[in-house]
């Protein structure tokens, strides 16, 4: 029998999320077959053999290298046979009932393109999922000293959608990666994720894929996924990891010159901003040390660190996309 839906997870260091997230999966789901395949990118921390011993049922793909989040799960879908693929990370705990409701609103309306749930923090807390198109005002202002003027700040709202009502269903322009459903025939169509990006920004490229090609992007709160998120974010290498994924989005969609002068911009305005960034941070954990506020005091020292690794390393790391 063909699965209603295809559950495919990239895994990369991440053992004991994954083992809850799939402990979930494994719990029986009323009137939705389902097949979960897990794509394990060499994590070298025992990963693949937890499934293999816990999770027999689920299908796994153990690589033996990092090959990247798009590629990961274009192996995934290559062996998927559901009429419907969730693309889902490992850090997710899916509630009773949510996968269902993806699937009943995808097969509700066919010019559907792509569905995504309603995020939550572990605390419970309404995650934000959803973001337009990055706009060069809003990404100028993120990412260049224009922001400490508070300049172009309303496309950067905009861009963050913070005016999103989280409750109501309706139609996006991106959803967060963690969690988005999408009919096979329509990944058949647009073609699969973009292995150029090895990890961020895959999830925007596809969806504004499937908005060029006609089809509307849905959120859905009426499905609900909490999202631990975090393991690597703000990490440095996933900071350089993030940019170069930026500027080949940048390139993509924007080509050779809009696009190479919104990544020469975004450069300079981050080198800027962090050679800027790096005196007044050390002198405010100067400041803090010196009234006792030791906790402050070593978190603005770790941000002055981090300006100066970028301007002296980082920063050169993503001049190769």
């Known amino acids: 029998m063909t699965p209603d839906l295809s559950v495919i997870i990239v895994a990369y260091r991440c053992r004991d999320d994954l083992a809850r997230c799939l402990a979930l999966l494994a719990e029986p789901t009323e009137d939705l077959a ?55 990370n490992p850090d997710t705990l899916v509630a009773e009932g949510a996968l269902a409701v993806l699937v009943q609103t995808l097969e509700a309306d066919p010019e559907l393109g792509a569905c995504g749930p309603q995020l939550r923090n572990a605390d419970g807390s309404i995650q934000p999922s959803v973001r337009t198109d ?41 959803l967060m990666g963690a969690a988005i459903a999408v009919p096979r025939r329509v990944l058949d169509e647009v073609g699969p994720m973009d292995e150029r990006f090895f990890v961020y920004h895959e999830e925007a490229d596809l969806c504004l894929r499937l908005r060029q090609a006609g089809y509307r992007v849905r959120f859905e709160p009426a499905a609900r996924i909490t999202h631990v998120g975090g393991v690597s974010a703000g990490t440095t290498a996933a900071n350089v990891l993030y940019l170069r994924s930026l500027y080949k989005f940048l390139y993509k969609h924007h080509g050779l010159l809009k696009g190479g002068l919104m ?9 800027v901003r962090e050679a800027i960034q790096a005196p007044v941070e050390a002198l405010a954990a100067l400041a803090l040390a010196v009234v006792g506020k030791s906790d402050r005091a070593r978190r603005r020292a770790r941000r002055a660190w981090a300006a100066v690794r970028y301007v002296v390393y980082d920063g050169w790391r993503t001049l190769f996309v």
């Open 134 to 174: 990055p706009t060069p005002a809003a990404l100028l202002h993120q990412y260049t000293p224009l922001r400490v003027l508070r300049f172009l700040a309303p496309a950067y709202r905009r861009y963050k959608r913070r005016d999103m009502d989280y409750g109501t269903a309706q139609d996006v322009d991106t």
């Open 263 to 271: 990544v020469l911009a975004l450069r300079l305005g981050l080198f």
């Open 34 to 88: 389902t097949e979960v395949i897990v794509v394990e990118n060499a994590s070298g921390d025992g990963t693949a053999e937890m499934v293999r011993e816990r999770f027999p049922e689920v299908r796994l793909i153990a690589n033996a290298e990092n090959r990247g989040f798009a590629a990961a799960n274009n192996q995934g879908l290559a062996v998927a046979s559901g009429r419907h693929v969730l693309y889902l």
